[in-house]
């Protein structure tokens, strides 16, 4: 790769188009696309009236579509002094789904354009944030035409196999669900049970007790995704189901510590989550003992979004630690540095299986190796095995910085990051490349011959 490429000012209009629009809105960017002057059922422009639009102000009253009466009602929105660009915007995201299957060629030809303006002009950290906002769009359209859950969700699955995206966000029926910033709930939410078995080994219906190796060697027969696999392929399908205890504000993780283990293992940054509530905390003794909040004002046995909640704002104290778990002689594991850790270190991770996961291009946090070798290079490097089978410890990436070919390790601390991401790391001062050259062939063949001296 020599260099990352910056946006065109077409790439920068399109984010404004029908694909866009409903996130960019949401970042209460103005309306200045060919929606203030273009009519998408018949093609004509008129005097361009920019104007503010939010998200919350949407088509959430629409009447439920699929008639040429819906297509009429684009076309009155469209003509209005004051039209709502929000509305049309969803109407267009919907349509490209087939929410409104009469809509009007006009709005599809310019939706199905706008994917290829994308893959010309943008890059892949920029790719991946407009498949974000694809996906977002055809939940938020899909919801407020009323449009099944379940078709919803194969409408995602299907975009993220065309779009080559792992584990897509999904549509729920709950609307209490809401994706929350994984770490936040790693780090303030107590195990009530530890994983009771590897999720990158299983995935069926749990049987009681702890999983025995001739119940792992059955699954593998069995032709079937593990936990891992599935979730990597199709995201979450269940909620991360979170209990309150208002009787001392105790949190923890109720149903989903698979769920959980699997999304840390993938690298996954948000991951679906729901409240409830309880008079009380459960008699056994849990895995964690856990961190409390104020419950001041909640309800019993009521649900809860965590915007809802406002939870960060409510916490009291953290979860118990992985020291304090081993004082009182709780599990705990030893990361390879010698710290105590409460939850699995890389180290135990199973890598997912040749053939049972999709084909994908590594997402901006990366994809996590799995186990290690026991190995080392001749550079003190630990050597890893990927989830293809293959051994990896560097993969040198080139980039063009400055008149320079610099060559820069992609893998680090069991992580394999994307080229955008080993630029952005680079340029913040977070990683250091392993040599510098001053043409592009010189850079590969160096790279080729530290590869080869690199394993012992």
């Known amino acids: 790769m020599t260099g990352i490429p910056s946006l065109t000012h077409i790439a920068v209009n399109m984010t404004r188009g029908p694909r866009g629009i409903i996130s960019y809105m949401e970042d209460g960017g103005e309306v200045e696309s060919f929606f203030s002057r ?3 059922l018949t093609g004509s422009y008129r005097k361009e009236k920019p104007l503010s639009v939010k998200a919350a102000e949407t088509a959430i009253d ?5 008639t040429l009466e819906t297509a009429g009602e684009i076309y009155d929105e469209s003509q209005k002094e004051d039209p709502d660009y929000a509305k049309m915007g969803i109407m267009a995201a919907a349509e490209a789904a087939g929410y409104i299957p009469l809509a009007g060629p006009a709005v599809k030809k310019m939706v199905k354009g706008g994917l290829e303006n994308f893959d010309l002009n943008f890059n892949k950290v920029n790719q991946n944030k407009i498949f974000e906002q694809e996906v977002n769009d055809l939940i938020i359209s899909g919801k407020a035409l009323g449009v099944s859950t379940e078709k919803i969700n194969k409408d995602i699955l299907d975009h993220a196999k065309l779009r080559k995206k792992p584990h897509p966000k999904r549509a729920f029926d709950d609307p209490k669900v809401e994706y929350v910033d994984t770490k936040t709930i790693v780090d303030n939410v107590a195990q009530l049970n530890l994983p009771r078995y590897d999720v990158g080994e299983f995935g069926g219906e749990f049987p009681t007790g702890q ?4 119940q792992y060697e059955e699954f593998a027969d069995s032709g079937k995704e593990t936990l891992k696999e599935n979730i990597f392929n199709e995201g979450f399908k269940e909620p991360i189901e979170i209990e309150i205890s208002l009787s001392d504000g105790g949190v923890f993780l109720y ?5 959980l283990q699997a999304a840390i293992e993938l690298g996954i940054d948000e991951v679906p989550v729901v409240f409830r509530t309880r008079q009380n905390p459960w008699n056994t003794p849990p895995a964690q003992m856990p961190g409390t909040i104020d419950p001041s004002g909640l309800d019993l046995y009521s649900t809860y979004s965590f915007s809802d909640l406002d939870f960060k704002n409510r916490i009291q104290t953290p979860p118990e630690s992985a020291a304090e778990m081993r004082a009182r002689g709780a599990t705990v594991y030893l990361n390879d540095d010698d710290t105590l850790s409460s939850r699995q270190p890389s180290k135990y991770y199973t890598p997912m299986r040749e053939g049972y996961y999709r084909k994908t291009e590594y997402e901006d946090g990366g994809v996590v190796l799995g186990k290690k070798t026991g190995e080392t290079t001749t550079a003190g490097r630990d050597v890893y095995v990927a989830p293809n089978g293959d051994q990896m410890s560097e993969k040198s990436i080139t980039f063009e910085i ?6 820069i390790p992609s893998i680090h601390n069991g992580t394999l990051y994307s080229s955008e991401k080993i630029y952005e790391m680079f340029m913040n001062g977070e990683i250091q490349p392993t040599s510098a050259h001053r043409t592009e062939e010189e850079a590969i063949s160096a790279a080729q011959q530290r590869s080869d001296t690199l394993l012992p």
């Open 62 to 66: 629409f009447t439920p579509v699929g």
């Open 211 to 214: 999983m025995r190796k001739s």
């Open 255 to 259: 149903e989903g510590h698979h769920r």
């Open 402 to 407: 400055d008149g320079l070919f610099v060559n």
């Open 38 to 40: 273009f009519n998408p």
